[in-house]
């Protein structure tokens, strides 16, 4: 596609529950990033991965954020028993190895 | 660690003004420096990168940054604003290992007619 892309662009849920939120790439692309937008802060990130594989998942911030790329392309970041702290804008990035990011529109998660 | 720091929470122009949005940054190495823009339910839009070589980069929208390794910024600038510049700007730099983006907490640039 033309750009990076996410689904849904909103997503409203209730505390407790499973959520999943997808991002698709640039084609071609083989670098994937997740960060996360808390109201007037800058991103922050998440995981990355170099094609299937999560080379860094160290700003995941607990075991109930997980995230997966199984075929190297497309990417869903799933949240187990949501809490309303997880409430944030998820972004999405993709690049070539060693060149800029560019980022999908988001995902603002909104949980009651 | 490397960190980005942006000193301004927001800037004030008038339009057809210079305007700079400043940014400093720490590393260890060289650093990968970029700026972003974030217009209003929007994503981050790529403004410009500088890796190596001149330290004036030019990028898109007329927009430049001046790299000074001596003074550790990277300040974005533009000799003469525009009202649609108005916008949330981000400085980041690169972790050398990961590829992953470290940002600025983010400066709100407002244009005024």
């Known amino acids: 596609g033309a750009g990076v892309s996410q689904t849904p662009s909103n997503k409203v849920t209730e505390k407790g529950k499973y959520v999943e939120l997808r991002c698709d790439p640039i084609s071609g692309h083989t670098a994937l990033y997740w960060y996360r937008q808390s109201l007037g802060q800058g991103p922050e990130f998440l995981i990355y991965f170099q094609g299937t594989g999560a080379a860094d998942d160290s700003g995941l911030p607990n075991d109930r954020f997980f995230a997966v790329r199984p075929e190297g392309s497309v990417s869903t970041l799933k949240i187990q028993r949501t809490e309303r702290g997880d409430s944030a804008v998820y972004l999405c990035a993709s690049s070539d190895p060693g060149q800029a990011q560019f980022f999908g529109p988001g995902t603002r998660l909104t949980v009651l | 660690a490397q960190s980005v720091a942006q000193p301004e929470d927001q800037v004030n122009v008038a339009e057809g003004n210079p305007l700079t949005v400043k940014c400093t940054y720490s590393?260890?190495?060289?650093?990968?420096l970029f700026w972003y823009v974030q217009y209003p339910n929007r994503g981050l839009q790529f403004l410009l990168k500088y890796i190596t070589g001149d330290n004036l980069v030019k990028g898109s929208y007329g927009f430049e940054a001046e790299f000074n390794k001596s003074q550790t910024s990277f300040h974005l600038k533009k000799p003469s604003a525009l009202v649609s510049d108005s916008a949330l700007y981000f400085c980041?730099?690169?972790?050398?290992?990961?590829?992953?983006?470290?940002f600025g907490q983010g400066t709100t640039l407002q244009v005024k007619p």
């Open positions: 980041a730099v690169r972790d050398m290992n990961t590829g992953k983006l470290i």
């Open positions: 590393v260890s190495g060289n650093p990968y």
